[in-house]
């Protein structure tokens, strides 16, 4: 679309400094004002955007919450050409707060891969790698079942480290 892109990365935005967590979001926001249009992405948006009832503490994640609802009202009211796109593999433990018209309220369900894309994964997967015999691809979707391409990758390179160990392709 060429709109500027930004990923927050959850490990620089989060501080042991009481209040910088917060100051470093709200720069975030003011960063993707300043290069709009803009994309801002969120991963693992459930790490801030947890449901408020389930903390018990006095912890950083519900005033950041609190601080990111606050900031895409404000886009919304100004009608500014930023999207904040937030992806999740826990969508039940988000705050309500956060799925109400004009904030996060397109939901987009990606299911894991069926087993053919998943044979064609490990395909891709193990393309240009030392291989012993022929692999059986259609075998190792059938086994791998309601695995995500995140699985898949895991078991591909566990494999190969494993190999690499017994020094055997």
Same mark, same amino acid.
């Given at each position: 679309?060429?709109?500027?892109?930004?990923?927050?990365?959850?490990?620089?935005?989060?501080?042991?400094?009481?209040?910088?967590?917060?100051?470093?979001?709200?720069?975030?926001?003011? !960063?993707?004002?300043?290069?709009?249009?803009?994309?801002? %992405?969120?991963?693992? =948006?459930?790490?801030?955007?947890?449901?408020?009832?389930?903390?018990?503490?006095?912890?950083?994640?519900?005033?950041?919450?609190?601080?990111?609802?606050?900031?895409?009202?404000? %886009?919304?009211?100004?009608?500014?050409?930023?999207?904040?796109?937030?992806?999740?593999?826990?969508?039940?433990?988000?705050? @309500?707060?956060?799925?109400?018209?004009?904030? =996060?309220?397109?939901? %987009?369900?990606?299911?894991? @891969?069926?087993?053919?894309?998943? !044979?064609?994964? =490990?395909?891709?997967?193990?393309?240009?790698? @030392?291989?012993?015999?022929?692999?059986?691809?259609?075998?190792? !979707?059938?086994?791998?079942?309601? =695995?995500?391409?995140?699985?898949?990758?895991?078991?591909?390179?566990?494999?190969?480290?494993?190999?690499?160990?017994?020094?055997?392709?």
């Amino acid at each position: 679309m060429g709109w500027t892109t930004i990923i927050m990365n959850l490990g620089e935005l989060l501080s042991k400094y009481y209040g910088e967590s917060e100051n470093r979001l709200t720069e975030l926001f003011k !960063a993707a004002r300043n290069y709009a249009p803009s994309v801002i %992405i969120i991963d693992e =948006f459930d790490a801030i955007g947890k449901a408020r009832t389930r903390y018990v503490s006095d912890d950083v994640t519900p005033r950041l919450l609190n601080i990111l609802l606050s900031e895409m009202d404000g %886009i919304t009211k100004s009608n500014e050409n930023i999207l904040v796109i937030g992806t999740t593999n826990q969508p039940d433990l988000l705050d @309500p707060a956060l799925l109400r018209p004009g904030r =996060f309220d397109k939901v %987009i369900y990606v299911p894991p @891969p069926n087993e053919e894309t998943r !044979a064609r994964m =490990f395909e891709a997967m193990l393309k240009g790698k @030392p291989v012993q015999g022929p692999i059986d691809y259609a075998k190792l !979707a059938k086994m791998t079942d309601r =695995f995500t391409g995140a699985d898949i990758m895991n078991v591909v390179r566990t494999a190969v480290l494993e190999s690499l160990k017994d020094g055997k392709p």
